[in-house]
């Protein structure tokens, strides 16, 4: 069965220090994997996508396949950064699964 | 432009009651997705339709739960006989492709959510 795994709740860092957010995956098929985010009081949105290899604010995720694994990482964190980040596997075309999300705090 | 919008906000609703949940999507967007969260969990699908075809169903917890999306554009989720355990943020999404497109650069966007209380 399909499943993803982020095994932080809440990751506290200083600003300007480095941030890896956790997520590994269980899918039997080519997996399409994406980073979501929800800044306080706003909607959730995606931050970025395996498929586009791109880095958005700074961040960037890398598909391992041999530790079935799509950490977000960051060199520099910002405070602006603080918020609840969300790992999703997409399987069947349409169908997400979501993980149950890192908590990231940047402290000043 | 306006984003997906969701209504009502809040709802609390006491348990056996039927409410009825709202969802307007990007004006043009094929695609619309239904996710259930609960506290502290990340939202968990529910369901899709393409324009009016509601193609998967498979994440519909139980028979009370009922979707529909009859001209393609506003969808309503329909929660009957209300459970406790049915409390959760119902969070609505569009997006423009549908399955002929193609998802490769497709963006789903997401409504705020509708908050719903079972007492």
């Known amino acids: 069965a399909q499943r993803v795994t982020q095994p932080e709740k809440l990751l506290s860092v200083f600003k300007g220090a480095p941030v890896e957010l956790k997520c590994n995956y269980s899918?039997?098929?080519?997996?399409?994997l994406f980073w979501y985010v929800q800044y306080s009081r706003q909607r959730l949105q995606l931050l970025l996508r395996?498929?586009s290899r791109e880095s958005i604010k700074g961040f960037t995720a890398d598909l391992n396949k041999g530790e079935t694994s799509f950490h977000l990482k960051k060199p520099f964190a910002q405070e602006e950064d603080s918020a609840m980040y969300y790992c999703a596997l997409r399987y069947n075309f349409n169908k997400f699964y979501f993980g149950s999300g890192t908590k990231l705090n940047v402290k000043p | 432009g306006a984003g997906v919008s969701q209504s009502p906000r809040y709802k609390v609703a006491k348990r056996g009651q039927d409410v009825a949940l709202r969802c307007d999507p990007i004006s043009g967007h094929v695609s619309l997705f239904w996710y259930q969260q609960a506290l502290g969990q990340g939202p968990e699908f529910l369901t899709y339709f393409q324009n009016e075809a509601q193609l998967d169903k498979s994440g519909l917890p139980s028979d009370r739960f009922f979707a529909e999306r009859p001209e393609g554009s506003v969808s309503t989720l329909k929660i009957q006989r209300t459970q406790q355990e049915d409390s959760a943020v119902y969070l609505c999404?569009?997006?423009?492709?549908?399955?002929?497109?193609?998802?490769?650069?497709?963006?789903?966007?997401f409504g705020p959510g509708t908050r719903l209380l079972v007492l």
């Open positions: 899918y039997s098929g080519s997996p399409e």
């Open positions: 395996h498929i």
């Open positions: 999404a569009s997006s423009f492709p549908g399955l002929a497109e193609g998802f490769t650069k497709e963006t789903q966007y």
